[in-house]
């Protein structure tokens, strides 16, 4: 996408507000990056109107308003906005996964849990006090989204939380690939968006690897399990490829560290012999079922499996992919920046990072002019024109 088509796209439309972006601590480089683009966009875009009231501060060195989280000795804390927001169309980022930021605690040094991300997210909120004239969260990672349906006597923190932060003024939530989406029923009223970054995972494989056939007959793409079936339909589609799905067969009659143990994964799917593996899924955890899923498929004797996830937590650590990789299981990871990597995993050789702050800006700068972000969600033209590129370029290589 080109800035030329950004311009066309947004300056038929007056801006909400003035923009500000507040990236708490834990989401502070990619709320940098996001700035970049925006202050590089506007200072480059024409318009015949920039000089009017209605777009007073619309080009600024930067957008990013100060804010903080200071913490008193017993681990409370508070929220203080150090600059006016009143008026201000307002995006806050917040990474609730990033575990790597530490506050003291009555002489011991605490990692921050996504409790504490989202308790800061909501004193950034009460510091605004109602004086912004809109107010969207860009949570990329969805806090709580693995808690979003009740089974049994439990709680259902997703929706709770939604509903607090809509309770507070929210009035707009962004988030990508939530592990249901359907838990946006909880606040029916207000905009709730969850995006999927496909394109940028297809254009993190394109990009690395170089001697890709992209048919039915070369490719195959896999989710490993029936609840990320979705995803792994559209990159099929997308991609004109067939699509395989593994089932988790598991003993109910015992639970292991809070969940039913894995007996055996089964596959549903056509022939895999020979065929390039996508393996699709919304978050790497420990990372043991998708690995399994790997194995399975080399079992199957499929040739190379290139993982997508679009959150890499690896609670575990990282030894055990790097075993599958030396072993030759898997090929290549894609995951995103949208939550904290740590310097580890951006060193490995198995490691593809797609980077996201460019088409956060694009969405920042389209609703700031209260624009349609339609094309922003579906990105089927710019993959299909990535992938007739991609065609030509190796076909001028051999």
């Not at 990619?30 to 970049?36: A, F, H, I, Q, T």
């Amino acid at each position: 996408m080109t800035t030329k088509r950004e311009e066309k796209r947004n300056l038929e439309t007056i801006p909400v507000g003035s923009l500000g972006i507040i990236p708490l601590e834990g989401c502070r480089s990619l709320g940098e990056k996001v700035d970049y683009y925006l202050v590089k966009w506007r200072t480059e875009r024409e318009s015949e109107h920039k000089e009017s009231l209605a777009f007073a501060g619309y080009q600024r060195n930067s957008y990013i308003l100060g804010a903080k989280v200071p913490r008193f000795g017993s681990g409370e804390a508070k929220g203080v906005i150090l600059e006016s927001v009143r008026g201000t169309d307002l995006y806050l980022l917040v990474d609730v996964a990033n575990y790597s930021l530490t506050y003291p605690l009555s002489g011991y040094e605490n990692h921050m849990s996504p409790d504490d991300h989202f308790q800061d997210l909501k004193r950034i909120i009460a510091a605004v006090g109602g004086k912004a004239r809109r107010i969207t969260v860009i949570m990329p990672f969805l806090y709580e989204s693995r808690q979003h349906k009740r089974t049994s006597r439990e709680s259902l923190d997703c929706a709770i939380a939604l509903q607090e932060l809509v309770a507070m003024g929210v009035d707009n939530i962004i988030t990508f690939d939530a592990h249901d989406p359907r838990v946006q029923n909880a606040i029916p009223l207000h905009g709730f968006e969850t995006v999927q970054p496909a394109y940028q995972f297809i254009k993190g494989l394109l990009r690395n690897v170089n001697d890709l056939q992209i048919d039915s007959d070369h490719m195959m793409v896999i989710s490993p399990d029936e609840g990320g079936m979705r995803r792994a339909i559209y990159i099929a589609n997308v991609l004109g490829l067939d699509m395989g799905m593994f089932y988790k067969r598991r003993d109910y009659t015992q639970i292991v560290n809070g969940k039913n143990p894995i007996v055996a994964h089964e596959f549903l799917g056509t022939d895999v012999e020979g065929k390039d593996m996508i393996i699709i899924d919304d978050m790497i955890s420990s990372g043991d079922s998708m690995l399994d899923v790997a194995t399975e498929l080399k079992k199957r004797k499929a040739g190379r499996i290139f993982v997508f996830s679009t959150f890499g937590l690896f609670t575990n650590g990282l030894a055990k992919f790097d075993t599958a990789y030396e072993s030759g299981i898997i090929t290549k990871v894609l995951t995103t920046n949208l939550i904290y990597q740590t310097p580890e995993l951006l060193s490995k050789p198995y490691y593809i990072n797609c980077d996201l702050s460019k088409y956060i800006a694009y969405l920042i700068d389209t609703l700031n002019h209260d624009s349609s972000i339609s094309d922003l969600l579906n990105p089927n033209d710019r993959i299909q024109a990535l992938l007739a590129k991609y065609k030509v370029d190796r076909q001028t290589v051999s």
